[in-house]
C-alpha cells in the first residue's frame, strides 16, 4: 500500500526503509528538502491516492499539533493520520476531534525500537478505532517485529501513547535499577571486575534483559565509562507517568526516583544541598564531630 | 567427577538432577531422610573420595555457619566447600578462615535460575582462588546454561555472593517498575487490556525481558492477579545491598523504594500513617477543605 | 471596614469571628442559611458599601470557579474578591482576567492555620497588585498572627496560592519524618516509652517544632494511636507540588516519597505488590529457602 | 558537684562553661594541653572525689572506644561514666559490659543543641540504669534547657544514644524539606522575594520551627546561598538510622531520600548516571526526538 510519512530524522528515516523493505510505498516529506520525496505538505497529499494513510513523526508538541492541524485542511474525508511521535497522550483526544470535522480518522501509535528498529522493527501500541487501525494494519505489519509479538491496538484514541508512556516510566526503572547495581559495584572493592559481572548475567539469570545486553556493549565500549558524563536527559514520558500516577492515586516511588535522579544529573550545583549546608553551618558548623 | 550436595530442597534437589544429568556423581544429604542419599555428613563424607568437593545448598546464617562449622571437622586438606546458599558475603571471609585452618578451600557461589534452572541452567557467580574454583569447574560447567554466558569469576572469596546480592538488588527495583508500570495502567481507563500491552512488550521493545514474560505468565493464569495477595517478602538481599550501598556512600534510590515498598505491603496498618492521620487531625481535622 | 465572605464552614466561621473581635464587620453568605447573615450573594453584594472587598473561601475548584463567575457579574468595577481556599495556583490568572474585565480587582490568599488561626492569628501568604492588596490590608491585620511575622506578599497574582501550596508540600515532609521516626522507635525496642522521648525534644532539640507540640498532643489523647487508622488523605497542594516540581525539572525526593506514602496508606490491597508478589512465584515459589 | 569532663572541643567546651554557670566543678580533660585543666586521664581521675562521673564528649568509634577502655583501669567501682557523644547505640552495651566488670556505671547520653546549646541549654536522651542516671541528675539538670522538657530517660543502656539517632534521621528529612521547598519556590517565578516568604511561614504557619527560623538566618546572611556549595556532609547516625529501619522492616523513604541525596551531593559526576547515559545512547542517541 501506500503511505505518506511525514518527519524523516533517525526515527522516520529508518522506519521508511523497514516500510519500503516490507513492498509498500512510502511518500515522505521533511522540512529538510535533501530528506525529502516532495517539497511540501500538499505535494505529499497530491501524491497519495485516497483513501491516504498519513504518518506523522516529527516531535510531540507544537510541531506535531501544527502538521495535523495543516494536515486538516489538506486531506479528504475518509483519509487517516497517524500519529507516530512521542506525543503525550491527553493531546491525541484533540487532535482526533479536530480530523473528525473533516472525516479525517486518526490513529495514536507508540513506537519502541530506537536505531535497532530497522533491523530488529519496531514495537507498536497503537490507540484508535477498530476499522481506522484495520486501514493502517499493513504497515504495522511491516514494521513490528516478526515474531507473535510488538504489536497491540490498546484502546481508544490516545491508549497507544498512553501505554509507550507507561513503558517509557518502566524504562526508566529498569535503567535506574542497573545503573544503581553497577555504581555499588563499582564503589565497593569485592569484586574485580564489574563488566564481566555484567557479561555473565546475561544468561541464565532473573534480570537478563535486552537493556542489560545494552549495557554490555556500552561497557565494551568504555569499561568505566570514563567518556560519558554522568548527565542524563529525560524525554517527557517519565514527568508524565509521573503525572498520571499522581491523578489516580498512585504510589510510583522506584520510576519517580529515577526521574529525579536525572533531574539531579543536570544540576551543575544543587539548591537544595546549599540549603541543607547552610543550615548545618547554622546550629554547628562543619566538622562538629558530635554535630547536634 | 563426584560432588557431595547438602541441602536437596527445591533449590539443591534440581541442581543434583542437572549435575546427574551432565554425567557427574552426586551424593546427596539433607536432614530429611527421604530426600538423603546418605543418612549424615559423615556418611557423606566416607561416600567421596578426595580430594572432595561438597556443595553446602542450605539457608544462609545459622544453617549454614553449623554445616560449614561440621564439615571443617570432617573434611581433609587439599578438599574444597562451596557454599551456594544466599549467604551475606560477609560471612564468606569467616566461613573460608575457618576451613583454611585445616586446610580446607572455600568458594562463594551465587546462584540465580530459580525454579528454571533445571532445564535453562543457573547462572553462577562464585569468589575464591583460581585453583579452588577450577577444581569446582565441571561442576560449574554442568550447571551453567549452555550459552556463553551465565558464569563469573567475579573475584576472591566473597565476590561471588557480593555480585549475587547487587543482582537481587537490581532484581527488586525491575519488579518493582514492572509492576508500578502495571498498577498505572489498571488505574487509568485509558488502555483496555492490560494483560495484551504487557505480552505485546515481549517483542521489540527496551524494556523486554525474561521477567517480562514471567510477568505475562502470571497474567495468563490470573489476569487481573486476584488470587494473589499485595504482600511481597524480602529473602534478605535487597537489605544488604542497601547496607553495602550505605557503607560506600553510594544512593539508591530505586533499589531502596522497592525494598521499602515490600516492607509497606506487609503492614496490616501503617504505624506511620497513623501518626501522619494524627497530625492532620490536630490542625484541621479531617474533611476541612481548606485543609492547614 | 467592611467585608463580605463567602463560605462558613469551619475555617471560614472561625475567620468571621477573628475579624469581627478585630473591630471589623463581616457580612457572611454561606449555602446553608443557618450559617449565613444573608440569604444569596446578591443580597450580601447589596449590603456591602462600595468599594466592596469579597472575601470568597469555598471548596477549591469548581465552587470556586463558580462562585468569581457570579461574584464578576454582580460586583462593580473597583470592587475586590479575594480568594482565601485553596486553589490551584494556575486558576489565579484566570479568575483575575475574568474579574478585571468588570475592573474588578483580585487577590489570592493562601491561609494557614488550621483550627488554631481563631486563637493564634492565620499565616496569610498573598498575591496580587499592591493596591489591591493595600485595600484589604485591615483585613490581612486582622487574622495574622499578633507578631512581626505571618503575613508576605508574595508577589504577583497566583503567588499567594504557590507559596502556600510550597507550604504544604513542606509540611507533608516534615510529617512524614516524624511519623518515619515514631514508626522506627515503636518497632525497636531500645526505647521504653516513645512518648516521652517525643515529649523531650519539645526543648533544646534540633527538631523542635509546633508539628512536634501537635504529635505530643495526639500521643498524649491515645498513647499508641490504637483508634486511628493509617489512613491519610491529601488536599491536593501536596500533588500540584510534585507536578509544579516536576515543571521546572525540581528533584523533590522526601516531599514526594510523602505523597506517595499517603497513597499507599489508601489502599486495601496493593495492586504494584500483587505483581511482585506474582513474580516471585513465577521464578521460586514462596519460601524457598536459596530465592533465585 | 564535681564533673570530669574529657573532650573540651567546640561541644565540650561550651558544656563545660554551661555546668559551671550552674555552679558545678567541671575538671576537663583535652588532648589539646591548652584546652585542658589536667594534663592527663590519671590526673582528671585522681582530681575527682568518689564516686565519680566522667563524662566523655570525644568522637564516635575509635576515640570513645579507647577512652572508655583507659577509663575502665582508672576509675573504681561505684564511679560512672556518661558517653554523650554521638556513640552508634550498639556501642553502648559493650562499653557498659566492659565498666561493669570494674563495677563501674554507665549512662549513654545523646545530646542535641549545638553551638545554640550554651545559652539555650541541650536536650538529652538518657540511657541506663536509674541509680546511675540519679547520680548525674545534677549534671543533667544544668545541661538541659530552662524549661519542663528537654531531658528524657529513654530506657536501659543504649536507648540514649538510639533516640538521639532516630532524631537526627527526623532532622534530614525535615531539613530535606524545607531545602526542597526553598529550591521549587527559586525555580519557579511564581514568588518574587523567596527569602520574605520563608520569613513570613515563622509564625501562624504550621511548618514554623526552630530550622526555619535558622533557615531564615542563613538567608540574611546570603539570601540566595551563593556562597555555599551544595554539598552536605553526613555524620552516621543517618545512616544508621536507615540500617536500624532495615533491621525492623521499617519503610523510611523519606529520611533515606534525605540521606541519599547528601551522598549525591559529595559526587563530582554520578556513576549511576553515566550507565544510564550510555544506556540512552545505546539505543537512540542523545537528541532524537521520538526517544525509543
Known amino acids: 500500500m501506500q503511505l505518506g510519512l511525514i518527519g524523516l530524522g533517525k526515527m522516520g528515516g529508518n522506519m521508511r526503509e523497514r516500510i519500503r523493505r516490507a513492498g509498500h510505498t512510502v511518500i515522505g516529506y521533511d522540512r529538510n528538502p535533501e530528506l525529502a520525496d516532495v517539497p511540501s505538505l500538499q505535494a505529499l497529499v497530491d501524491a497519495l491516492e485516497g483513501p491516504r494513510v498519513v504518518w506523522v513523526m516529527v516531535p510531540a508538541g507544537a510541531p506535531t499539533q501544527s502538521t495535523i492541524t495543516e494536515l486538516a485542511g489538506l486531506l ?125 548475567w546475561q544468561e541464565g539469570t532473573v534480570i537478563r534483559s535486552w537493556l542489560l545486553d545494552l549495557a554490555v556493549d556500552a561497557l565494551d565500549a568504555d569499561e568505566h565509562l570514563e567518556k560519558i558524563r554522568g548527565y542524563a536527559e529525560d524525554s517527557g514520558e517519565g514527568r508524565w507517568t509521573v503525572e498520571a500516577a499522581i491523578d489516580h492515586s498512585v504510589p510510583l516511588p522506584a520510576i519517580t526516583a529515577s526521574l529525579f535522579a536525572r533531574f539531579s544529573s543536570r544540576q551543575e550545583d544543587s539548591p537544595q544541598m546549599k540549603l541543607v549546608a547552610a543550615l548545618r553551618n547554622q546550629f554547628g558548623g562543619h566538622g562538629v564531630s558530635t554535630g547536634a
Open 76 to 200: 479528504s474525508a475518509g483519509d487517516i493520520v497517524v500519529d507516530g511521535g512521542n506525543s503525550r497522550w491527553t493531546d491525541d483526544a484533540e487532535h482526533a476531534a479536530l480530523l473528525a470535522e473533516h472525516g479525517i480518522g486518526f490513529v495514536d501509535a507508540g513506537v519502541s525500537g530506537g536505531v535497532w528498529g530497522l533491523e530488529n522493527g519496531y514495537a507498536l501500541m497503537v490507540g484508535g478505532q477498530a476499522e481506522h487501525i484495520a486501514a493502517v494494519q499493513p504497515i504495522f505489519d511491516a514494521l513490528k517485529p516478526e515474531g507473535e509479538h510488538g504489536f497491540v491496538h490498546a484502546g481508544k484514541v490516545g491508549a497507544g501513547h498512553f501505554a509507550k508512556m507507561v513503558h517509557n516510566g518502566i524504562e526508566y526503572a529498569m535503567m535506574q535499577a542497573y545503573a544503581e547495581g553497577w555504581e555499588l559495584l563499582q564503589a565497593a572493592d569485592a569484586v574485580t571486575d564489574v563488566r564481566e559481572v555484567f557479561r555473565s
